[in-house]
């Protein structure tokens, strides 16, 4: 009994101390403070009459840049990746490579619950504490401007999977006011809300998911619709009155695996024209598995990372471009033994997800794990303006593809 009663105790203390934070910091409803209108913050700096090295500091220097996935930020929360860290040298670089929004996962799997997302929201708002003067949480579209004016890098969070909500729209609800702003649908396979990308069957939006998503739009939430099924995109679109989002992803038509959990994780041609018919961004990810077609060798070009972001400009226009890298995936692919072993021993060895998780852990050894050029949050924004300009790309197309398209939604969904 006596150990027991501890264990209730350290829990009763847990619990205190999360409520006694939580109640000092400011919510989603607060007003910031701010002389600054989004069409101000979008504008272009004109760079006519400069030499092409000009321009191209220029760009970098005046560019929003949006990364839409970055699971470096979740290592902190989950505790399960053992590749690099979100800490102070990481921080440094994203701030090197003028970085201005990064979304942050509080979770990762399938199983991170409500209960798990509450302790890692806590944990994450501590974080954010320690680390105030370089980062700030968006709360709405103002806190991004905010965070531009004072040299921070945004910070959105964002769940990779709903099953933070436990199926129930109420701790949806209570997760919105505890900041979480951005929700994937599904993680590979299927969830109460949608199917998943690695499933055999495609049946789309669930009765609950469609409820969801309502609400989601009634409370200002972006949702997404990376690692979801064909038909649960298509559904979305049909139903939100809100733009969509595609965080990270891949060109289906551009790298044709023959495994099902690699093929359809990559969005469509007929996805990428129903994200833009819903005035949405599609996010490219610089994961080599994904972006390199079977027998394409063994690291990716930032050449080839470019022609998966130039294939949806072709297909649906450059105001549906985005970036969503998916850096440090896991760290490194060794990595991917351990979160084998984790995921099945929680799911069980014959889900989609695992499948998933198999077509990276077969790549043949010495793969490199990300897309060269964009391996490195210091440069990585540079690297792309030097390719998209010698693409011949405007200003401010390279803006759009950049952050600009991103921070739209931002502005339309979240409001100020």
Request: charged fraction near 20%; include cysteine; aromatic fraction near 8%.
């Amino acid at each position: 009994m006596s150990a027991l009663f501890a264990r209730m105790t350290l829990y009763g203390e847990k619990v205190m101390n999360r409520r006694r934070f939580l109640s000092s910091l400011p919510w989603a409803g607060a007003v910031f403070a701010s002389g600054a209108s989004a069409s101000a913050f979008l504008k272009p700096v004109s760079s006519s009459g400069q030499t092409a090295g000009d321009r191209l500091q220029n760009l970098f220097e005046n560019s929003p840049f949006v990364n839409a996935s970055d699971t470096t930020t979740t290592a902190p929360l989950t505790g399960i990746i053992s590749g690099p860290k979100f800490n102070q040298e990481y921080i440094d670089k994203l701030k090197q490579g003028r970085v201005t929004v990064v979304h942050a996962s509080i979770v990762f799997w399938l199983y991170d619950d409500f209960y798990h997302a509450t302790y890692r929201l806590y944990d994450f708002y501590k974080f954010l504490e320690g680390h105030q003067n370089d980062l700030r949480m968006v709360w709405n579209f103002s806190d991004i401007e905010t965070a531009q004016r004072e040299g921070k890098i945004a910070i959105v969070l964002h769940a990779h999977s709903p099953s933070v909500t436990d199926g129930d729209v109420r701790r949806l609800h209570i997760l919105q006011k505890l900041g979480l702003r951005v929700m994937i649908f599904s993680h590979q396979q299927r969830s109460p809300l949608a199917e998943g990308a690695g499933e055999h069957r495609d049946g789309g939006l669930s009765q609950l998911g469609k409820y969801m998503l309502r609400e989601m739009n009634k409370l200002h939430m972006i949702a997404d619709f990376a690692h979801t099924s064909d038909q649960t995109l298509l559904d979305a679109v049909e139903i939100s009155t809100d733009p969509i989002i595609v965080s990270h992803t891949c060109c289906r038509a551009l790298t044709p695996h023959k495994s099902k959990a690699l093929l359809h994780r990559n969005i469509s041609d007929e996805g990428i024209k129903a994200v833009a018919q819903n005035g949405g961004v599609v996010g490219i990810m610089a994961l080599t598995p994904h972006l390199l077609p079977e027998g394409y060798g063994k690291s990716a070009p930032l050449s080839l990372y470019v022609d998966h972001i130039e294939h949806v400009v072709q297909t649906a226009g450059v105001d549906h471009a985005g970036i969503g890298t998916e850096i440090s995936y896991l760290g490194i692919l060794q990595d991917f033994q351990s979160v084998i072993n984790d995921t099945t021993a929680r799911l069980g060895d014959n889900t989609p997800v695992m499948d998933t998780y198999r077509g990276f852990e077969n790549q043949e050894k010495g793969t490199e794990p990300v897309a060269r050029g964009m391996d490195d949050m210091a440069l990585a924004k540079r690297n792309l303006i030097e390719e998209l300009a010698r693409r011949k790309y405007s200003d401010e197309d390279i803006r759009k593809i950049l952050g600009a398209n991103f921070l739209r939604v931002y502005e339309r969904v979240l409001g100020r």
